[in-house]
């Protein structure tokens, strides 16, 4: 079993910046594909920022060169820092993770999310104009 904790979610105005961390509760590195997702209500769950387990990094086009995932082994933590924050950007984050085989483009754009292993439960993000 494992267990993602995300925390690091708030209010920000518009060109404001956070830092999402997920909590891990084993060692992901090299078994787990990890991403984040993002999910306003009454719309569909999209992926964000993803690492697979070889270590590439993919990212959705609405955020590529604003946020940066990465993660620390040593702490079983991965992170999503988020810059020139939009109101677009409004949504509850989550994390994910899964074992298999994927690379990070896959698991933002062609693996089901509804499919991804495990989830933590979401942190908030709100960014005023």
């Known amino acids: 079993q494992v267990r993602l904790v995300e925390s690091g979610g708030g209010s920000v105005q518009a060109g404001g910046s956070l830092t999402l961390s997920c909590a891990v509760s084993?060692?992901?590195?090299?078994?787990?594909?990890m991403a984040w997702f993002r999910q306003v209500p009454g719309n569909r769950r999209e992926g964000v920022a993803a690492?697979?387990?070889?270590?590439?990094?993919g990212y959705a086009d609405s955020v590529k060169g604003r946020f940066t995932i990465s993660k620390d082994n040593a702490k079983n933590t991965l992170y999503l820092q988020m810059n020139s924050l939009e109101p677009e950007d409004t949504a509850m984050y989550f994390c994910?993770?899964?074992?298999?085989?994927?690379?990070?483009?896959?698991?933002?754009?062609?693996?089901?999310?509804?499919?991804?292993?495990?989830w933590g439960q979401g942190t908030q993000v709100t960014v005023s104009s």
């Open positions: 690492v697979d387990r070889d270590g590439t990094i």
């Open positions: 994910a993770a899964d074992s298999r085989d994927m690379t990070a483009i896959q698991a933002l754009r062609s693996i089901p999310w509804w499919t991804f292993g495990y």
């Open positions: 084993i060692n992901t590195a090299g078994r787990y594909c």
